[in-house]
């Protein structure tokens, strides 16, 4: 009898665990499909820009670009309000600071890459928000070294006027004087001021020649997510694993504390005493037996 109590204490022990483990494991299966049906909701779109040294960029020939870290900051003009007000009147978007929130910019490590990502419901906006944003990164850069090279340029040749104007005033004075001495020491000046302004020209040639190619599309925008099917299947089948570990772990701890409990409950064994056993009598020797 005990022995058949005992053997349905031990099934009803064992019962408790698996309806556990059953339904952590549902419940994690529905939480990835949830998951999962939403992610599937989105689909991804990637484009790759090549992007090459240019003045009047953080990423030029004249700061720190050869240890590519300069990039980074390349990475963070892609989602500047400059870049995306240019992609919100392309794209037709109301807001621009909305049309951020589905911007990703990574920078590969050691490349001259950057790997633009855009994520939507619609799998048409995606694609076509992913390549206006490159497209308008790569222009903003081609402006901003226009206008670097705009302003170097006006420098330049004010500069050069500046020089020219006094050197018409040094020939002036050279030919109204007199004193030979006077007219050598002029001449030295005038001669300065020659140089100077061949000097000036020639960093106002190098300076207009310089090639303003802010980089290209080396893979137009496309996508790169999963199929919706794919992504459930994917997400459910993680969220019932995560629910069965779970289910694992708690039933784990609780066996350690019944197992600790059951040690807690049990009595400290006592010292027995020792039992007497009944030794049988003989008949004493020389002892009559009655007839």
């Known amino acids: 009898m005990n022995d058949v109590l005992r053997l349905r204490g031990t099934r009803g022990r064992l019962t408790v665990p698996i309806a556990v483990l059953v339904v952590l494991t549902v419940i994690g299966a529905l939480i990835g ?3 999962g049906s939403r992610t599937a909701s989105r689909y991804t779109a990637e484009a790759t820009v090549l992007v090459t040294p240019l003045a009047g960029n953080p990423y030029s020939p004249d700061g720190a670009g050869d240890d590519l870290v300069n990039l980074e900051t390349e990475a963070q003009l892609v989602s500047s309000d400059a870049v995306a007000q240019v992609v919100a009147t392309d794209v037709g978007a109301s807001n621009a600071t909305d049309l951020l929130d589905g911007l990703n910019v990574t ?3 050691n490349t001259q890459i950057l790997k633009i990502d855009y994520s939507s419901s619609e799998q048409s906006v995606a694609r076509a928000t992913a390549r206006s944003f490159a497209r308008a990164y790569l222009d903003f ?12 340029s006006t420098r330049i040749q004010d500069e050069i006027d500046t020089q020219t104007s006094q050197l018409d005033d040094l020939v002036k004075k050279q030919g109204a004087e007199k004193q030979e001495v006077r007219r050598s020491v002029l001449q030295k000046q005038i001669n300065g001021a ?3 302004i061949g000097q000036l020209r020639t960093a106002l040639t190098d300076v207009q020649t310089i090639a303003a190619d802010p ?3 080396i893979t137009p925008a496309h996508v790169v997510s999963r199929s919706p099917a794919s992504t459930r299947i994917l997400f459910t089948a993680a969220g019932a694993l995560a629910g069965l570990l779970i289910g694992l772990l708690v039933l784990a701890f609780r066996s350690r504390a019944r197992e600790f409990d ?14 007497v056993e009944d030794v049988p009598v003989s008949p004493r020797v020389g002892q009559h037996q009655n007839a």
């Open 33 to 35: 499909f949830f998951v």
């Open 107 to 109: 920078v590969p490590p």
């Open 141 to 152: 850069r081609k402006s901003r070294a226009d206008q670097v090279v705009s302003i170097k």
């Open 194 to 196: 020659t140089t100077q």
């Open 215 to 217: 980089g290209q599309v």
């Open 262 to 275: 059951d040690h807690d409950d049990d009595p400290t064994p006592s010292l027995r005493e020792p039992v």
